[in-house]
């Protein structure tokens, strides 16, 4: 019972984590910010592969087929935080942030035999950012104007999964989630009479209140809650005893949130303090993309793996609500152009000699991967940033008197994400997982 409590506890801290994490970049301003690639603390060390991948000591949520391969006797606990900084520039201007968060919770167990359960609470996307900009206007050198941009939010879901096997080697499952999440953003236009400094926090904008002649501050929110449903399928094909081939594939269902945007613009003048506030409603605008992924994975004598994924997201058949300037003042109407399709390849490979070994060495697990992503939303209507990344990492055995099934996983990722013109941003973050595992289920027999 009280293992019990403490994982609930873990459950509740890092829901409240999520609306506190994120990358900090400024392109989480676009869409709904930066998508998350499901992956856990083995899979992190593999650069995120894994759709084809069934462990009996790990759970592997990116396809839920793989809950049948877990071992009958184990309960299966495994959370995992981040802490990353990231480079940014743009021309002859760079600058660092750095962030942190608590990243996911899962668990699993063989409740039948062939029939293994999973539940947990894993991330969406992410909404973070903060920062702010100043230029002259025109040519007239006692006119600037100061740009706010601030936003916070993601999307988030707990799921509970059941992965079956019916025939020896081939198993189907399937993940259904509950989905929910918020997002906050406000763009703060500030136009100034008098000359200023490049502001380099939203916390001047307060003190330059007296040189102001109007502001105009734009908020969008919404709050999201909607329900996932995700299937999967593996099959494994045994070549030689040493060598099988695991061919597999997810799908995950696209549909409406049912969800309302609003959007608030609120005009300003300092020196009167007469504001004016329009406000707009958009009815049901936000889609759930529908998603395809592929994996395969050859394995080697149960110590050599090697994981290929591809996965498709239909981001360019939803849209996204978007405010405009008209001549009669503004309007809140739906974008259907401000998505495309994301392509994503990720290649990951992990070496075990002997997982069974008693020398520790042996039973060290040594992971790497790389991985492309391209971006699912436009800029003023070119192509976002694409993503490339590279990861290594170890799961590291525990091994102490009542236990010596437990793993840390660690690892190391760089990711680079940049488009021609554009900010460019590199990030280096470091994954940290526990995977605790118990034989709950064993049968003791005394004599």
């Known amino acids: 019972m009280r293992k019990l409590m403490i994982m609930a506890a873990l459950m509740a801290v890092?829901?409240?984590?999520?609306?506190?994490?994120?990358?900090?970049?400024?392109?989480?301003q676009y869409g709904f910010g930066a998508v998350s690639d499901q992956s856990v603390g083995f899979n992190k060390g593999m650069n995120g592969a894994g759709v084809a991948s069934r462990h009996h000591n790990q759970v592997n949520p990116l396809n839920p087929a793989s809950y049948s391969s877990i071992d009958s006797l184990s309960f299966i606990f495994d959370a995992g935080m981040s802490a990353q900084i990231t480079h940014y520039k743009e021309g002859n201007i760079s600058k660092n942030a750095k962030s942190g968060s608590f990243d996911y919770v899962v668990a699993g167990?063989?409740?039948?035999?062939?029939?293994?359960?999973?539940?947990?609470?894993?991330p969406l996307t992410s909404i973070d950012y903060a920062y702010s900009t100043s230029q002259?206007?025109?040519?007239?050198?006692?006119?600037?104007t100061y740009n706010a941009y601030i936003g916070t939010g993601g999307l988030r879901h707990v799921y509970l999964g059941i992965g079956w096997e019916p025939f020896k080697g081939v198993s189907?499952?399937?993940?259904?989630?509950?989905?929910?999440?918020?997002?906050?953003?406000?763009?703060?236009n500030v136009f100034l009479k008098a000359p200023m400094n490049d502001p380099e926090s939203t916390s001047?904008?307060?003190?330059?209140?007296?040189?102001?002649?109007?502001?105009?501050?734009?908020?969008?929110?919404?709050?999201?809650?909607?329900?996932?449903?995700?299937f999967g399928a593996q099959v494994e094909i045994p070549f030689t005893k040493k060598n099988i081939v695991t061919l597999a594939a997810t799908y995950s269902i696209g549909h409406k949130l049912g969800t309302n945007a609003e959007c608030e613009v609120i005009s300003k003048n300092p020196t009167t303090e007469a504001a004016d506030t329009t406000s707009y409603t958009l009815e049901n605008p936000y889609k759930l993309p529908a998603a395809l992924s592929l994996g395969l994975e050859y394995k080697y004598n149960n110590q050599f793996r090697l994981a290929v994924d591809y996965t498709l997201q239909k981001w360019a058949s939803t849209g996204f609500p978007e405010y405009r300037n008209t001549e009669t003042g503004g309007e809140y109407v739906l974008n259907n152009d401000y998505f495309k399709d994301r392509h994503s390849v990720k290649v990951g490979f992990e070496y075990c000699k002997n997982e069974n070994a008693r020398a520790f060495l042996s039973r060290l697990r040594y992971r790497a991967g790389v991985g492309?992503?391209?971006?699912?939303?436009?800029?003023?209507?070119?192509?976002?940033?694409?993503?490339?990344?590279?990861?290594?990492?170890?799961?590291?055995p525990i091994v102490n008197s009542w236990n010596n099934r437990s793993f840390i996983n660690i690892s190391a990722q760089w990711v680079k994400n940049e488009a021609k013109g554009m900010l460019k941003e590199n990030t280096f973050r470091i994954n940290i997982g526990l995977t605790f595992n118990e034989r709950w289920f064993?049968?003791?027999k005394f004599n």
């Open 136 to 144: 002259k206007v025109g040519y007239a050198s006692e006119r600037y």
């Open 372 to 396: 492309f992503a391209s971006p699912y939303y436009k800029i003023s209507g070119n192509d976002g940033p694409k993503e490339i990344s590279v990861s290594a990492g170890f799961g590291i």
């Open 204 to 230: 001047e904008l307060s003190s330059k209140q007296d040189y102001s002649i109007n502001t105009l501050t734009r908020y969008y929110t919404a709050r999201l809650s909607s329900y996932k449903l995700d």
């Open 442 to 444: 064993q049968k003791w």
């Open 172 to 188: 189907l499952g399937t993940n259904v989630s509950y989905l929910w999440g918020t997002y906050s953003r406000s763009v703060g």
């Open 109 to 122: 167990f063989k409740a039948f035999k062939h029939v293994g359960v999973s539940f947990g609470l894993l």
């Open 14 to 28: 890092s829901v409240q984590s999520y609306s506190q994490s994120g990358t900090k970049s400024p392109y989480n």
